[in-house]
């Protein structure tokens, strides 16, 4: 049971990582903020990754934290360093740091409730079959590399890999066979390596039309990638009968500054540019939005401010609400409990979603936290 550093509360919904409640965090900002960006210090500190966005330097416009680095120093990603005044990225030229897999369809994907291949949503157009793509694969693409450092994350292992597997967009491409469905770019997430995932996409869709095949193409993001490499991930989406899965944190900048270790107003401005395209193929849904139930710090209040925003968008954008098991620096944390996942629900409900689905269920635990 760990004890907030500002208000002396006690709770097993207060994580030792950062010794501050979510109450502390959105209402004390100027107080939490350099407790929160300590905790940030010590969990990338083993990476040789910056505390923070570099403020000092050439700037990098490839993501929503638009780093300053100096000279001899790298972004916030660890991939774009700036050499003698120049800006470069670390992965050889046409290459990224990833690691691929087929994954058998369909599978464990935050849009499955709505996505082709479970559902068979816009068969034949961009489905193979009327209902579950059973004998199709998923190509699944797995980035070395964030531009967000959230406490929780539950793919950390990246991290010691970051600068490893470089593949360029040609060999990607060639992973993709008669039985591959659709690729899913994720991570770590694409957006620090957004324009590989483009070539890597085109290339794809170009060979698989050449052949007469249906190809979707699905991120998986945080959403914090530039407006112009977003514009790009929207449209290969859209034609290709695709998905962009865009997780949101949290609604209070103060809270994800905390959790994740950087602003969401880039996440936010993408979605709404998203969520506008998203009117010209209702079906299979070209957005759906997730977020984590972080116990103690994402609880109904944060998912209402959420969904509340969402709805405000279009009241039809698919929210998909996951629950939590402790992993990373937040371990200490309990997994989510149904009563926080039901409360959670209805929040996004009343808050005008009309299309709210509770994933990993069988995580939930019972009866309700014990703090």
């Given at each position: 049971m760990a004890e907030c550093n500002i208000c002396g509360?006690?709770?097993?919904?207060?994580?030792?990582?950062?010794?501050?409640?979510?109450?502390?965090?959105?209402?004390?900002?100027?107080?939490?903020?350099?407790?929160?960006?300590?905790?940030?210090?010590?969990?990338?500190?083993?990476?040789?990754?910056?505390?923070?966005?570099?403020?000092?330097?050439?700037?990098?416009?490839?993501?929503?934290?638009?780093?300053?680095?100096?000279?001899g120093e790298r972004g916030y990603c660890g991939l774009m360093e700036n050499r003698e005044g120049n800006l470069r990225l670390l992965a050889p030229v046409g290459r990224g740091f990833l690691s691929w897999y087929h994954d058998a369809l369909p599978t464990n994907c935050v849009a499955s409730w709505v996505c082709p291949a479970e559902t068979g949503a816009g068969y034949p157009e961009y489905a193979h079959m009327d209902g579950p793509e059973f004998?199709?694969?998923?190509?699944?693409?797995?980035?070395?590399?964030?531009?967000?450092?959230?406490?929780?994350?539950?793919?950390?292992?990246?991290?010691?890999?970051?600068?490893q597997g470089a593949t360029s967009a040609e060999e990607l491409a060639g992973a993709v066979d008669g039985r591959t469905a659709c690729i899913c770019f994720f991570g770590g997430d694409p957006a620090s390596q957004m324009e590989h995932s483009l070539a890597a996409a085109r290339r794809a869709l170009r060979e698989a039309r050449t052949r007469g095949c249906l190809l979707r193409i699905c991120w998986e993001t945080n959403g914090s990638t530039a407006p112009r490499l977003a514009r790009q991930m929207a449209k290969l989406a859209l034609e290709s009968g695709g998905t962009v899965k865009l997780e949101l944190k949290a609604a209070d900048d103060n809270l994800h500054r905390a959790l994740a270790g950087v602003s969401n107003r880039q996440s936010w401005d993408n979605l709404a540019f998203l969520a506008a395209e998203?009117?010209?193929?209702?079906?299979?849904?070209?957005?759906?939005?997730?977020?984590?139930?972080?116990?103690?710090?994402?609880?109904?209040?944060?998912v209402g401010a959420i969904a509340g925003r969402l709805a405000s968008y279009d009241e039809d954008i698919p929210y998909s609400l996951l629950a939590f098991y402790p992993c990373h620096q937040m371990a200490d944390l309990p997994?989510?409990?149904?009563?926080?996942?039901?409360?959670?629900?209805?929040?996004?409900?009343?808050?005008?979603?009309?299309?709210?689905?509770?994933?990993?269920?069988?995580?939930l635990v019972y009866p309700e936290y014990d703090t």
């Amino acid at each position: 049971m760990a004890e907030c550093n500002i208000c002396g509360a006690s709770s097993r919904l207060i994580s030792s990582a950062l010794n501050l409640c979510r109450e502390c965090l959105v209402r004390r900002p100027e107080e939490a903020r350099p407790l929160a960006e300590e905790a940030h210090r010590r969990a990338r500190r083993r990476f040789s990754l910056p505390p923070t966005p570099p403020a000092a330097g050439e700037e990098c416009r490839r993501c929503g934290n638009a780093c300053r680095i100096p000279a001899g120093e790298r972004g916030y990603c660890g991939l774009m360093e700036n050499r003698e005044g120049n800006l470069r990225l670390l992965a050889p030229v046409g290459r990224g740091f990833l690691s691929w897999y087929h994954d058998a369809l369909p599978t464990n994907c935050v849009a499955s409730w709505v996505c082709p291949a479970e559902t068979g949503a816009g068969y034949p157009e961009y489905a193979h079959m009327d209902g579950p793509e059973f004998g199709y694969r998923n190509l699944a693409v797995f980035y070395h590399s964030c531009t967000f450092d959230c406490l929780f994350c539950q793919n950390v292992h990246f991290r010691g890999r970051y600068l490893q597997g470089a593949t360029s967009a040609e060999e990607l491409a060639g992973a993709v066979d008669g039985r591959t469905a659709c690729i899913c770019f994720f991570g770590g997430d694409p957006a620090s390596q957004m324009e590989h995932s483009l070539a890597a996409a085109r290339r794809a869709l170009r060979e698989a039309r050449t052949r007469g095949c249906l190809l979707r193409i699905c991120w998986e993001t945080n959403g914090s990638t530039a407006p112009r490499l977003a514009r790009q991930m929207a449209k290969l989406a859209l034609e290709s009968g695709g998905t962009v899965k865009l997780e949101l944190k949290a609604a209070d900048d103060n809270l994800h500054r905390a959790l994740a270790g950087v602003s969401n107003r880039q996440s936010w401005d993408n979605l709404a540019f998203l969520a506008a395209e998203a009117g010209r193929r209702p079906v299979p849904p070209p957005l759906v939005v997730s977020t984590l139930l972080v116990p103690g710090y994402v609880e109904e209040e944060e998912v209402g401010a959420i969904a509340g925003r969402l709805a405000s968008y279009d009241e039809d954008i698919p929210y998909s609400l996951l629950a939590f098991y402790p992993c990373h620096q937040m371990a200490d944390l309990p997994t989510t409990a149904r009563g926080h996942a039901e409360r959670a629900v209805a929040a996004a409900r009343a808050a005008g979603l009309r299309r709210v689905h509770l994933a990993n269920r069988h995580l939930l635990v019972y009866p309700e936290y014990d703090t």
